[in-house]
């Protein structure tokens, strides 16, 4: 297999040539470079073979906790086996380098991975550089600290990659092996969203900054460099690919060591677009009207997946220089859509939409949904070398670059001083044009992008595809088959632009509660557009005793159903609406109160739209 850059000395060491010109130490430059010929191990085409991964303590220690709270105990021993997993960590801005608030650094990192390091095992430590000038130029939710300007462009070179490069290149950390992905979202922006002033601006310091990175990064042998390369759903067409392609090659051409400076790309980082569709395997058949590419959720992308796209995209990058040895790495950290909404097998119908929309495991309204996506679960574990990936994917690795937990952005807006802001690409009651005027998907009351944000965690957790075993345990055959891991929204797809809904009844383990009859009160309010309302429902115990569990019915009025409902178990029959808890959320002390909701379809809707009635708790009615 391959290559490139083999030698093992060359390692650069910022303070000690510093040290080395100014007295002309002769002897330092030269232990050093002994102990780099003897110690470091070579660079080498799969730096994931072989080799484990750095497993992040603090993001562990969240997801441990999170377990403690699982009030499920397989859900809990999941939770267990997800925080043995590794994951990327993130310099989202320059502080991140040294540690702030929301993290310890860089330096905290590597020792930590040093430690995990056991024998001649390799370990490789997965870090995400992501900070360019003008970051996140098509959106809002991780616009950046650093301006798109010359100003922006000397912080992000002096600020930020030399410190790293400084960091990373201390001889202690020679024998890790440190994947680098490079700036997520940066270059595939400049492909599609340059009709944007910002991306616009961005452009040249996107190209630059990418260059700098690669320059600074390649002057160390043990460190592998991934280029974000977007998702099949994004660049997939070949009028995005191609020119992607030629981007990729453009900038690595202007970099010091041209192809050289790239080991590989990376693809669906943050995103949750799967590995392939089990049941939509042939773009170009034929069902209906048309080939299964040219339904409205494809448009004419053939591209259904990550191992499609890897595929395609390795093809044109060798057709345009680079070499055949250049790896992939797919990020399955929530791309596995399992749970009960999960087809088992193609659907039958003969209608071109209906078919593909019954038969694609991805249940996101549109393909650019790529907030907080409701009703996603955790993929593939991360591994080298999938063996049950094709060989024309040019896989290195599955990787968790994202970490399961951490949202993408918040779903209102949240001060503060990172430079974020709000998208409402993450509301979940926003109707969004670039979504073909269809609501986002995204999931309620998210945090600031990069925070812990729990009750997603627990449907990646829960909607997991594979099953996620339960520690260590072997997987569950079947994971339809999750009768306990029913998730928060049961959202039936209805991928066209006016949902006729047919609420899904999905969610059968209703639990059975173990309290008696309640006294309860319910604050119920809506607001609503001509085809659609968004509810929420706050529920009180306004008894004495606690309850463990609670079932919540109502009715809703005539022309009215549930479409996609959060924090609780939800489901419909007739007009009558059943809310049961999720596990989470099942105990309800007296005086204590939960907050749930649901997006809902209406005909002839209006802005208030008329409220559900005939509340009861536990078969107990509800002051309302
Ligand atoms: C955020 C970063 C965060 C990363 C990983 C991004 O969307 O902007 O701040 O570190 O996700 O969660």
Same mark, same amino acid.
């Given at each position: 297999?391959?290559?490139?850059?083999?030698?093992?000395?060359?390692?650069?060491?910022?303070?000690?040539?510093?040290?080395?010109?100014?007295?002309?130490?002769?002897?330092? @430059?030269?232990?050093?470079?002994?102990?780099?010929?003897?110690?470091?191990?070579?660079?080498?085409?799969?730096?994931?073979?072989?080799?484990?991964?750095?497993?992040? @303590?603090?993001?562990?220690?969240?997801?441990? *906790?999170?377990?403690?709270?699982?009030?499920?105990?397989?859900?809990?021993?999941?939770?267990?086996?997800?925080?043995?997993?590794?994951?990327?960590?993130?310099?989202?801005?320059?502080? +991140?380098?040294?540690?702030?608030?929301?993290?310890?650094?860089?330096?905290?990192?590597?020792?930590?991975?040093?430690?995990?390091?056991?024998?001649?095992?390799?370990?490789?430590?997965?870090?995400?550089?992501?900070?360019?000038?003008?970051?996140?130029?098509?959106?809002?939710?991780?616009?950046?600290?650093?301006? +798109?300007?010359?100003?922006?462009?000397?912080?992000?070179?002096?600020?930020?990659?030399?410190?790293?490069?400084?960091?990373?290149?201390?001889?202690?950390?020679?024998?890790?092996?440190?994947?680098?992905?490079?700036?997520?979202?940066?270059?595939?922006?400049?492909?599609?969203?340059?009709?944007?002033?910002?991306?616009?601006?961005?452009?040249?310091?996107?190209?630059?900054?990418?260059?700098?990175?690669?320059?600074?990064?390649?002057?160390?042998?043990?460190?592998?460099?991934?280029?974000?390369?977007?998702?099949?759903?994004?660049?997939?067409?070949?009028?995005?690919?191609?020119?992607?392609?030629?981007?990729?090659?453009?900038?690595?051409?202007?970099?010091?060591?041209?192809?050289?400076?790239?080991?590989?790309?990376?693809?669906?980082?943050?995103?949750?677009?799967?590995?392939?569709?089990?049941?939509?395997?042939?773009?170009?058949?034929?069902?209906?009207?048309?080939?299964?590419?040219?339904?409205?959720?494809?448009?004419?992308?053939?591209?259904?997946?990550?191992?499609?796209?890897?595929?395609?995209?390795?093809?044109?990058?060798?057709?345009?220089?680079?070499?055949?040895?250049?790896?992939?790495?797919?990020?399955?950290?929530?791309?596995?859509?399992?749970?009960?909404?999960?087809?088992?097998?193609?659907?039958?119908?003969?209608?071109?939409?209906?078919?593909?929309?019954?038969?694609?495991?991805?249940?996101?309204?549109?393909?650019?949904?790529?907030?907080?996506?409701?009703?996603?679960?955790?993929?593939?574990?991360?591994?080298?070398?999938?063996?049950? +990936?094709?060989?024309?994917?040019?896989?290195?690795?599955?990787?968790?670059?994202?970490?399961?937990?951490?949202?993408?952005?918040?779903?209102?807006?949240?001060?503060?001083?990172?430079?974020?802001?709000?998208?409402?690409?993450?509301?979940?009651?926003?109707?969004?044009?670039?979504?073909?005027?269809?609501?986002?998907?995204?999931?309620?009351?998210?945090?600031?992008?990069?925070?812990?944000?729990?009750?997603?965690?627990?449907?990646?957790?829960?909607?997991?595809?594979?099953?996620?075993?339960?520690?260590?345990?072997?997987?569950?055959?079947?994971?339809?088959?999750?009768?306990?891991?029913?998730?928060?929204?049961?959202?039936?797809?209805?991928?066209?632009?006016?949902?006729?809904?047919?609420?899904?009844?999905?969610?059968?383990?209703?639990?059975?509660?173990?309290?008696?009859? +309640?006294?309860?009160?319910?604050?119920?309010?809506?607001?609503?557009?001509?085809?659609?309302?968004?509810?929420?429902?706050?529920?009180?115990?306004?008894?004495?005793?606690?309850?463990?569990?609670?079932?919540?019915?109502?009715?809703?009025?005539?022309?009215?159903?549930?479409?996609?409902?959060?924090?609780?178990?939800?489901?419909?029959?007739?007009?009558?609406?059943?809310?049961?808890?999720?596990?989470?959320?099942?105990?309800?002390?007296?005086?204590? *109160?939960?907050?749930?909701?649901?997006?809902? *379809?209406?005909?002839?809707?209006?802005? *208030?739209?008329?409220?559900?009635?005939?509340?009861?708790?536990?078969?107990?009615?509800?002051?309302?």
């Amino acid at each position: 297999m391959s290559t490139h850059g083999k030698k093992t000395v060359g390692r650069r060491l910022r303070a000690v040539a510093t040290v080395a010109t100014a007295t002309a130490l002769v002897a330092v @430059p030269l232990t050093l470079a002994s102990t780099a010929a003897t110690a470091a191990e070579p660079h080498v085409d799969n730096p994931y073979a072989g080799a484990k991964q750095y497993v992040n @303590p603090t993001w562990a220690a969240t997801v441990e *906790s999170a377990a403690t709270r699982a009030g499920d105990a397989t859900l809990a021993a999941q939770m267990r086996t997800v925080a043995r997993q590794p994951t990327a960590v993130w310099m989202d801005r320059i502080s +991140a380098i040294a540690g702030n608030a929301d993290g310890n650094g860089l330096k905290f990192h590597l020792d930590e991975a040093l430690k995990q390091k056991t024998g001649s095992t390799p370990l490789v430590f997965n870090l995400v550089i992501y900070n360019l000038p003008g970051r996140d130029c098509f959106a809002l939710a991780s616009n950046g600290e650093l301006p +798109a300007t010359d100003a922006g462009l000397a912080r992000y070179k002096t600020e930020y990659i030399d410190p790293i490069v400084d960091l990373l290149s201390d001889p202690k950390y020679q024998d890790l092996r440190i994947s680098a992905t490079i700036e997520p979202d940066s270059l595939p922006n400049l492909i599609t969203n340059m009709s944007e002033a910002t991306c616009q601006q961005s452009a040249p310091y996107y190209r630059e900054g990418v260059k700098y990175a690669l320059d600074e990064l390649k002057t160390m042998d043990n460190v592998y460099t991934y280029i974000d390369a977007a998702h099949s759903g994004w660049l997939g067409w070949d009028t995005n690919a191609g020119p992607a392609a030629k981007l990729f090659a453009d900038v690595a051409k202007t970099t010091k060591k041209g192809f050289a400076s790239i080991d590989g790309f990376v693809t669906n980082t943050a995103n949750s677009t799967p590995l392939a569709e089990p049941f939509l395997t042939d773009p170009n058949k034929q069902v209906g009207s048309g080939q299964v590419r040219s339904a409205t959720f494809y448009e004419w992308n053939a591209d259904f997946g990550e191992h499609a796209w890897t595929a395609h995209l390795h093809r044109l990058l060798v057709a345009e220089g680079f070499p055949a040895s250049t790896g992939m790495l797919i990020d399955t950290s929530r791309n596995g859509w399992g749970g009960p909404n999960r087809p088992t097998a193609a659907s039958t119908s003969t209608d071109l939409n209906t078919y593909v929309n019954e038969s694609r495991i991805d249940k996101r309204v549109h393909r650019g949904a790529w907030c907080n996506p409701l009703g996603a679960g955790i993929g593939e574990l991360p591994k080298a070398t999938p063996a049950s +990936a094709p060989a024309a994917a040019h896989l290195d690795a599955y990787v968790w670059i994202k970490p399961p937990g951490e949202s993408d952005g918040a779903s209102k807006e949240i001060p503060n001083d990172q430079g974020k802001s709000f998208d409402r690409m993450c509301d979940p009651t926003f109707v969004s044009p670039k979504l073909a005027n269809q609501l986002t998907g995204a999931t309620p009351d998210a945090p600031l992008a990069g925070q812990w944000f729990e009750a997603q965690f627990r449907t990646l957790v829960r909607n997991a595809f594979p099953v996620i075993p339960a520690n260590g345990t072997t997987p569950t055959p079947t994971p339809t088959a999750t009768p306990t891991a029913t998730p928060t929204v049961t959202p039936t797809v209805t991928p066209t632009a006016t949902p006729t809904v047919t609420p899904t009844a999905t969610a059968t383990p209703t639990p059975t509660p173990t309290s008696g009859p +309640a006294a309860c009160s319910v604050r119920y309010s809506a607001n609503g557009w001509s085809t659609g309302f968004t509810a929420s429902v706050r529920l009180t115990n306004t008894g004495s005793s606690a309850l463990s569990s609670w079932n919540l019915r109502f009715t809703l009025p005539a022309g009215q159903s549930v479409q996609q409902g959060w924090s609780a178990q939800w489901t419909q029959s007739g007009q009558t609406v059943t809310a049961a808890n999720a596990a989470w959320n099942g105990t309800l002390a007296p005086g204590a *109160s939960v907050e749930i909701g649901f997006n809902g *379809s209406q005909t002839n809707g209006t802005s *208030s739209p008329p409220p559900a009635s005939g509340f009861t708790l536990n078969g107990s009615p509800c002051a309302s």
